[in-house]
């Protein structure tokens, strides 16, 4: 699994002019899936981005995790995280996992990220065309694969 976590003030999915999800200041995780992604790497993925210090303190230090200021969190499923760019200018998606396999892992992620942070999180639509709007705090960006997390 890949995921990129952007700190923002701000943020929200739209689906067909409808705003399906939006948030204050919190995080927004864009999440890729493949076939290698399994239990052991939703838990781990979503506990260390629940508790990823990247709000600051009193003193502006990173120091605070998304639980600790009570953010909020919105999820958007996305495979080309898994492009492979080597050969070629029109990137592959082979590494990214099919619907079948793919829609429940995302589901057990979002609800993984529920349970950590003992709150709901909002969530794009898996396999929709979204427009994703965000104010990016910072900016903050984070990307983390858990093929690295040894």
Not at 31 to 45: C, K, P, R, T, Y
Not at 54 to 68: A, P, T, Y
Request: without cysteine; glycine residues 8%.
């Amino acid at each position: 699994m890949k995921a990129v976590i952007q700190r923002v003030s701000e943020a929200s999915v739209t689906i067909e002019g409808n705003k399906v999800a939006e948030i204050g200041k919190g995080l927004l995780i864009l999440i890729g899936v493949e076939d290698a992604s399994n239990q052991d790497d939703i838990v781990w993925l979503s506990s260390k981005i629940a508790n990823l210090r990247v709000f600051g303190d009193d003193n502006g230090v990173m120091n605070l995790s998304v639980k600790d200021v009570d953010g909020d969190v919105v999820v958007v499923s996305q495979f080309t995280l898994h492009a492979s760019t080597k050969k070629g200018n029109r990137p592959s998606y082979i590494k990214a996992s099919k619907p079948d396999y793919a829609i429940p892992v995302y589901e057990k992620f979002v609800a993984q990220m529920e349970n950590d942070l003992g709150k709901k999180v909002q969530t794009g639509e898996f396999g929709a065309d979204m427009k994703v709007a965000l104010l990016n705090d910072g900016p903050v960006t984070i990307i983390i694969d858990t093929k690295n997390k040894e």
